[in-house]
């Protein structure tokens, strides 16, 4: 099995430009995460899909965050505008229950915003 | 919310001494999970506990899970440069995974 797999895997933009991040997640597997990690905040859980449907978003910092997932094999994580105070590395993590048992994470999308 | 404490922030050892990280929560948990982050990498699943008490074993590594299911500890017995890295624990309070702050571990050779 290929992992969870996200792209882009860095990313530099500008403050204002729009971002969007994505993950394919195991397939198979029916809850899918986003998380941001940064050192003064650590692991944050942003939302989180089950069967598609997004369960919990109280984890999005405002309204410039939007997450989608149009299908069980993709999902994406915008941001719009873009914020300096974005930059983070940001994991999507699928998992086959709900629940959660064991939450296979990918290897991250790098965001810097100048 | 639930919140879940971890301690130390950090640890430094010298490789073959023995290391602990503490994961408290506000909260009774259904299970605990604990992760692995190497510098540069993602987290990485390594152990879940789900009942009181619960003790498991992974050749050095040893995961307790308290009594009243708020509190678990990871123990790394004579470490080794391999270790390095920051571990997390997860708290399910029933419905959602809540991560630590993590416990970075740096081991001198």
């Known amino acids: 099995d290929a992992g969870v797999i996200q792209s882009p895997r860095h990313e530099v933009t500008e403050m204002g430009q729009e971002v969007t991040l994505r993950c394919k997640p195991i397939?198979?597997?029916?809850?899918l995460f986003w998380y941001r990690q940064t050192m003064m905040r650590g692991l944050e859980l942003l939302i989180y899909?089950?069967?598609?449907?997004?369960?919990?978003d109280s984890g999005m910092p405002e309204d410039r965050f939007s997450a989608k997932m149009p299908n069980a094999s993709f999902s994406t994580l915008k941001i719009q505008p873009s914020e300096p105070r974005d930059s983070a590395v940001y994991f999507c993590?699928?998992?086959?229950?709900?629940?959660?048992?064991?939450?296979?994470f990918g290897e991250g999308s790098r965001l810097t915003v100048l | 919310g639930q919140q879940v404490m971890q301690i130390p922030q950090y640890q430094h050892v010298q490789e073959g001494e023995d290391f602990t990280t503490y994961c408290n929560s506000s909260?009774?948990?259904?299970?605990i999970q604990w992760y692995k982050q190497r510098p540069g990498g993602h987290p990485v699943f390594l152990i879940q506990?789900?009942?009181?008490?619960e003790v498991k074993k992974q050749k050095r590594l040893t995961f307790q899970f308290g009594e009243a299911k708020k509190n678990s500890s990871l123990h790394i017995t004579a470490t080794q440069t391999t270790d390095v890295g920051t571990y997390f624990c997860?708290?399910?309070?029933?419905?959602?995974?809540?991560f630590g702050g993590g416990t970075r571990l740096m081991v001198k050779p």
């Open positions: 993590a699928s998992s086959l229950m709900r629940p959660p048992g064991e939450l296979f």
């Open positions: 397939s198979g597997h029916n809850s």
């Open positions: 899909f089950n069967n598609n449907v997004p369960i919990d």
């Open positions: 909260t009774t948990l259904s299970n």
């Open positions: 506990l789900v009942k009181s008490g």
């Open positions: 997860a708290g399910d309070a029933g419905n959602m995974l809540t």
